[in-house]
């Protein structure tokens, strides 16, 4: 089984930053995208942000130049540092991997995190 455990969530001021974290483990072979998604109360989950194998990245527009995604690779993590955040940051935040099982010939499976709430005060 793969599992991805996520951390670093909280409640801050706006303006504040939080750096979220999320650990792939289990049987993987190799991983070629992780990601971030958001969803706030009432709305659509979002893509925050997501960043490939080889390190190319995308950002949502509303959090281009306040977020950066990031990864070890050798630790199976990903990491989404936030500044300058919003109250309308403010959502459940989940982390996403596409992965591939250790000595298997399989496609590439889609894993979520269990979400960690960030919290953004005015």
């Known amino acids: 089984q793969v599992q991805l455990v996520e951390s670093g969530g909280g409640l801050v001021q706006a303006g504040g930053s939080l750096r979220l974290s999320c650990a792939a483990s289990?049987?993987?072979?190799?991983?070629?995208?992780m990601g971030w998604y958001r969803q706030a109360p009432g709305s659509q989950r979002e893509l925050v942000a997501f960043?490939?194998?080889?390190?190319?990245?995308n950002y949502a527009d509303s959090v281009k130049g306040r977020f950066t995604i990031s990864r070890d690779n050798a630790k199976n993590t990903v990491y989404l540092q936030m500044n300058s955040l919003k109250p309308e940051d403010t959502a459940v935040y989940y982390c996403?991997?596409?992965?591939?099982?250790?000595?298997?010939?399989?496609?590439?499976?889609?894993?979520w995190g269990q979400g960690t709430q960030v919290t953004v005060s005015s």
């Open positions: 289990g049987s993987i072979s190799s991983i070629n995208v």
């Open positions: 960043i490939t194998n080889g390190l190319s990245t």
């Open positions: 996403n991997a596409k992965v591939k099982a250790l000595y298997g010939l399989g496609p590439f499976q889609g894993y």
